[in-house]
C-alpha cells in the first residue's frame, strides 16, 4: 500500500516557540492532504485539508494564523504550530489522498510543550 | 456522511474470529463502510471497504447486511497484534472523489492470550 511519512516522530519543545511537521507521501503523489490531531482517549479530530498549490481550509475552531499548512509539492505538506503553548501537545497526524482512491495515514507526531 | 455506532469496547481470546458490529441506519446509496484501525500511538491502518457486497482481503473480511443499514468487520484467527481502536466510517462517493474521512469513537479490541 501506499506510504506516509511524518517528521518528526516525536518533539518536545519550550512555550512560545515554533515546531514544524513534514508529511510526505513516498511512493505516491498526494492531490490532497489532511490534517488530524488526537488528545489522549480521544478520536482524531481533522484540523485543515490543503489541495497542493491552494491555501489549506481550516475546520471550524481551528486558527488559521496558529497552525500554518503549507502544501508545496504533490508528496510534501507541513503544519507548523506556531507560538506553541503546554495546550497544544497532541498527536498530530497527516494523510494523504490521490482522487477517487483511499487516504492513508502517516505514523503521527507527538507534541509535547512544556 | 451517515453517523456510525460502534460499541465502546469488545473481548476476543487470540485466535478466534474477532466480529466487530457496526451500525448505519441513515446510509445512502453512495456511501461506501470503510474500517480503519489505530494501534496505540500510531496512524490509522486501512483495513477494507465496501458498498454493499461483502468483501475480503488478506486482512478482514467486510459483511454488510442486505438493506446496509449495518456492517461487521470479521478478523478470523484475532492475534494480540490485532488489539486496536476499530473505526466504522460511512464516506460518500461525489463526482470530485470521496468525502473526507470523519472519525467517531470507535471500538476498542482488546484480544487476549
Known amino acids: 500500500g501506499a506510504v506516509v511519512s511524518q517528521h518528526p516522530s516525536w518533539v518536545i519543545c519550550k512555550s512560545g516557540t515554533s515546531v514544524k511537521i513534514e508529511c510526505r507521501s513516498l511512493?505516491?503523489?498526494?492531490?490532497?492532504m489532511f490534517w488530524y490531531r488526537q488528545f489522549p482517549k480521544q478520536s482524531l479530530m481533522l484540523m485543515a485539508t490543503?489541495?497542493?498549490?491552494?491555501?489549506?481550509?481550516?475546520e471550524q475552531g481551528v486558527e488559521k494564523d496558529k497552525f500554518l499548512i503549507n502544501h508545496a509539492s504533490l508528496t510534501l505538506s507541513t503544519l507548523t504550530v506556531t507560538s506553541a503553548h503546554p495546550e497544544d501537545s497532541s498527536f498530530y497526524i497527516c494523510?494523504?489522498?490521490?482522487?477517487?482512491?483511499?487516504?492513508?495515514f502517516g505514523p503521527g507526531t507527538r507534541l509535547t510543550v512544556l | 456522511d451517515a453517523k456510525t455506532t460502534q460499541p465502546t469496547s469488545m473481548d476476543c481470546a487470540e485466535g478466534r474470529a474477532a466480529n466487530l458490529p457496526c451500525n448505519h441506519s441513515?446510509?445512502?446509496?453512495?456511501?461506501?463502510v470503510y474500517w480503519y484501525r489505530q494501534i496505540h500511538s500510531q496512524g490509522p491502518q486501512y483495513i477494507i471497504h465496501?458498498?454493499?457486497n461483502n468483501e475480503t482481503n488478506e486482512m478482514a473480511s467486510l459483511i454488510i447486511t442486505e438493506d446496509r443499514k449495518s456492517s461487521t468487520l470479521i478478523l478470523p484467527h484475532a492475534t494480540l497484534r490485532d488489539t486496536a481502536v476499530y473505526y466504522c466510517?460511512?464516506?460518500?462517493?461525489?463526482?470530485?472523489?470521496?468525502?473526507?474521512?470523519?472519525f467517531g469513537k470507535g471500538t476498542m479490541l482488546l484480544v487476549s492470550p
Open positions: 490543503s489541495n497542493e498549490g491552494s491555501k489549506a481550509t481550516y
Open positions: 511512493d505516491f503523489q498526494a492531490t490532497t
Open positions: 441513515t446510509i445512502s446509496g453512495n456511501e461506501y
Open positions: 465496501g458498498l454493499k
Open positions: 466510517i460511512v464516506r460518500s462517493r461525489m463526482n470530485s472523489g470521496y468525502s473526507t474521512l470523519t
Open positions: 494523510s494523504a489522498r490521490v482522487p477517487a482512491a483511499s487516504q492513508y
